[in-house]
């Protein structure tokens, strides 16, 4: 089972500010910080760690479960308010199958940001 994702970012404040806006929606918050890391989720579990890189990161695909589509919806808004880059509006995505809603957003360091929801409404 996962516990965590570290992801490698090149301006630690401007990752904070970001993911604190666009992960709201799904219920994470800050949970913890220094000078080199900062670290998101809930109820006192950290499922994503911003980890300041020593050299220019490589992107990377992470998905995070929504609980209903209007919270697809809102983090596609709060990501992009947040300074993200749209990299595919809310919608079905029946290539992948059916009942397939997912955004996605690029965070300041070109990591694509996913939130889905699986099950229809």
Do not use: W
Request: proline letters at 8%.
């Amino acid at each position: 089972m996962l516990d965590h994702i570290s992801i490698p970012v090149s301006d630690l404040a401007a990752s904070k500010a970001f993911y604190s806006q666009a992960l709201a929606p799904i219920g994470f918050g800050l949970l913890g910080e220094s000078n080199r890391h900062a670290a998101f989720g809930f109820s006192h579990m950290p499922y994503l760690i911003a980890r300041l890189a020593e050299s220019p990161p490589e992107s990377v695909h992470i998905a995070f479960t929504a609980d209903t589509r209007s919270q697809v919806d809102t983090f596609h808004a709060e990501a992009i308010a947040a300074g993200g880059t749209d990299n595919g509006a809310p919608g079905l995505r029946p290539d992948y199958h059916p009942d397939y809603y997912g955004a996605f957003v690029l965070d300041p360091d070109g990591h694509n940001i996913e939130v889905v929801k699986h099950q229809p409404e």
